[in-house]
């Protein structure tokens, strides 16, 4: 089982986590460190915030605020060499089929790699192939937005209503919220993703269908929730249009790899966008899977946008490990999971444009590193993924940061800065950042019975106004938030996924955790609408459940 492993893998793979030297000095050198506090850290070495900050493709991070000396660094890094990361590094690059259990290679990479570029899967040059769809999504968000592209009635489009789910949906409504600064005002973006059929009627509900056009985006064409709502959204269409059959061409593209299914549904296949089988859903958003965003801020910014993912790309690629801003995040992320047991990581940006941010790294770390068996098939016995979470800043400072602040568990943060604003409105955003550097501060100094007893505090009320501090954070600066600066940040998250992958030795790239519950779905779906009493076979729980559910729905 092993040796076949490895030669699917195409690399080698690292001796187990347990018996990586490494790995068993981190774990010796752990209490040590489990006893130091911050402040001590800080003032026994005045220039800790400066050494412990890098600058990497143009973005800042501050790493200093973290629980580490500087062995836990050496150690850390060693790891990342023992762990074979690397190799690793390389072997997706170069286009392995690193993705054993579907046996593809993952090279969202290709995607954002410069036109000259060459990667090859099964011998194929893959890059000009990514250009000649990015032409073909030029060229067509070009026409939309100059109105040169006519709904069926002649009128121009003006409601642009992006049909996905999960992967095809997540990435592309972050970056239409995160760069809405620079998208077509004039016309409206909207993504419609829950099968929950509130989600499509809320969507159009203000809509003329004469002047809306929904893209399909699906890489199967077969996801339950997203074809629900395309066959829903082509009822609504014709209902709207005068039930002409012919207006589907106009007001329905495809971004699939499935051209099959693609024509079954109506579209033609002139309208559609292809992708590859090497792009995983989560990874999919500067893809075909992005032409909603690309139509919303013009295909300059979207190059932009490509060029920023690739240059941090080439950053982890390239930068020694001291240095590399995806590695050392990914380091840090195992630090706090594996040895001190954190069960999360909370992502903080402070820029209302990145409110879907944290929503779409919980697909990335979640559904990649949610994984409990190796590579080799064995059970993990450390934890793997946290779990991400988060809120934009100031907003999560009224709410769950007292959890953070004073709860009994540990809870690293990174959070995610600009140093200029793209709405600059008086002191808004001085009082935004403040809070920034305010919090961090905050969490990794806290504040000492003495200095709350010094403010006069009465005895009894000091326990309650102690902040011990010693909490964790990342601080990421960058410039302002642009197009390019959007695309390092994501890359930046990936390859910090990728990192801790590697050193997990999981497969970061399949997500079959998501099948039984679509399977047992399906199976359950005729039963709700069976319009006879079905003979129910599943536990009692869920016979009880289906029961009363089919007893009550009809009723009102
Ligand atoms: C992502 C997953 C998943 C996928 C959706 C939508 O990595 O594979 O979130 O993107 O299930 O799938 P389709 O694009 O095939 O509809």
Known sequence: MATEVQTKSSGNIAPPLDARNSWQALRAHYPQVQKLYLRALFAGDPHRGERMS?????????????????????LLLELAEESQLRQRIDAMFSGEKINITENRAVLHVALRAPRGASILVDGVNVVPEVHAVLDRMTDFSNRVRSGAWKGHTGKRIRNVINIGIGGSDLGPVMAYEALRHYSERNMNFR???NVDGTDFAEAVHDLDPAETLFIVSSKTFTTLETMTNAHSAREWLLAGIGGDEAAVARHFVAVSTNAGEVKKFGIDTENMFGFWDWVGGRYSMDSAIGLSTMIAVGPDNFREMLDGFHE?????????????LPVLMGLLSIWYNDFFGAQTVAVLPYDQYLKRFPAYLQQLTM????KSVT???TKVDYATGPIYWGEPGTNGQHSFYQLI???TRLIPCDFIGFCQS?????RHHDMLMANVFAQTEALAFGK???QVKAEGTPDWLVPHRVFEGNRPSNTILAERLTPAVLGKLVALYEHSVFTQGAIWQINSFDQWGVELGKALAQRIIPELENKNEPALTHDSSTNNLIRRYRQKKGER
Do not use: C
């Open 54 to 74: 890098v600058e990497g493709a143009g973005l800042f991070l501050d790493y200093s605020k973290n629980r580490i000396t500087e062995e836990t660094v050496k």
């Open 367 to 370: 559904e990649s590193n949610g």
């Open 405 to 407: 602040h004073q709860g």
């Open 312 to 324: 941090m790309d080439e950053h982890f690629r390239t930068t020694p490990f001291e240095r590399n």
């Open 448 to 450: 000492t019975a003495e």
């Open 191 to 193: 993504y419609v993703s």
């Open 375 to 377: 590579l080799a098939g």
């Open 422 to 426: 793209l709405n600059p409105l008086g």
